[in-house]
């Protein structure tokens, strides 16, 4: 009966999904396309942050870096292609095959670093150096002058993909949808494999899977990098959705956002930060147009949710955790 309702469950989120852009249309508001394009990206993002944080137990409050700098690679790249200023003696191009590869090569390598660095401790000590180096990155955007420091970069036109125009706002709302599901599908295979295994073991009891023979270091820094490079595709498509990135996409309050996402929705689960996502974005949308202090309510409604369901809205739905 679970697996039942689960199926269901999921074919009626792709259903819904898949409704929007012609239910937009037929009502006249783009603002729903729009909203549910926000939907779609910060899920991509929150799925990455569930694969280390409700399986591996690494909770990093600086996953933001990964998102402004792959939103920043692609912006800093399309400023040097269309502003004819070479980079590097390289004249830039505007193809999202060599693009968007290569923001997420960016992502990767500094997961590498920060990954490496950060892992060498756990707990508390952990959650402050991925801060710390989130902060880093935030202030660094912040003084690239070139680059419009703090009041951000404009992109004059999106990346272009082969036979798809990402221009049509129809045609990239299904691409980040088709990414969306890729993307959870891949982290699915990752954590039902050998390697999310002995990652989940780890969670439940580090000394027990030493004494196996594992060594969590390898394991837990290839997740971490896993999920930076989640994260870093999300920076890219909002890149490209908003044409428009600044320094606040790598800010502790983004990281934030996107932890409160992942607890909402359900820790462990994959599927339900994506609902959380959904209840989150809609309940800000909804608030913000009451009042501008909405962080005032939502705030009581994720500690509500955090006391008294700590499997999230959708964790006993989809199996989340419940340690």
């Known amino acids: 009966m679970r697996l039942s309702l689960r199926t269901m469950a999921i074919l009626l989120g792709l259903a819904l999904f898949l409704a929007v852009p012609p239910a937009a249309d037929a009502s006249g508001s783009p603002a729903l396309l729009g909203l549910a394009n926000r939907i779609l990206i910060y899920a991509i993002a929150a799925v990455s942050l569930d694969l280390i944080i409700g399986y591996g137990a690494m909770v990093s409050f600086g996953h933001a870096m990964f998102f402004g700098l792959g939103g920043y690679t692609v912006g800093i790249v399309a400023h040097h292609t269309f502003g004819g200023d070479p980079l590097l003696g390289w004249a830039g191009t505007n193809t999202a095959l060599i693009v968007w590869p290569l923001a997420l090569l960016v992502c990767a390598l500094t997961a590498l670093v920060v990954g490496a660095l950060a892992l060498r401790t756990s ?132 990281s934030g956002e996107f932890m409160a996402i992942v607890v909402l929705g359900g820790l462990g689960t994959l599927l339900g930060p994506i609902a959380g996502t959904a209840v989150f974005i809609a309940l800000e949308q909804l608030l913000s147009t009451w009042t501008e202090h909405w962080m005032i309510v939502m705030g009581p409604v994720l500690t509500l949710v955090a006391l008294f369901g700590r499997r999230g809205i959708a964790g006993r739905l989809f199996g989340g955790r419940r340690d």
Request: with cysteine; charged share 15%; hydrophobic share 55%.
């Open 123 to 254: 707990g508390v000590q952990f959650i402050m150096i991925t801060l710390a180096f989130a902060q880093m990155v935030f202030f660094i955007l912040v003084s690239l002058q070139i680059y419009g420091g703090d009041d951000g970069l404009m992109l004059e036109r999106r990346n272009q993909l082969p036979l798809i125009d990402l221009a049509r706002p129809q045609t990239f709302y299904y691409l980040c949808l088709a990414l969306l599901v890729a993307w959870t599908a891949i982290c699915a295979s990752i954590v039902n494999s050998r390697f999310g295994l002995i990652l989940q073991a780890l969670r439940q009891s580090e000394r027990r899977a030493i004494n196996l023979g594992i060594r969590p270091f390898p394991f837990r820094l290839a997740a971490f990098v896993i999920s930076a490079v989640g994260t870093g595709l999300a920076g890219v498509l909002w890149a490209n959705y908003a044409r428009f990135v600044t320094p606040d996409m790598a800010a502790w309050s983004k």
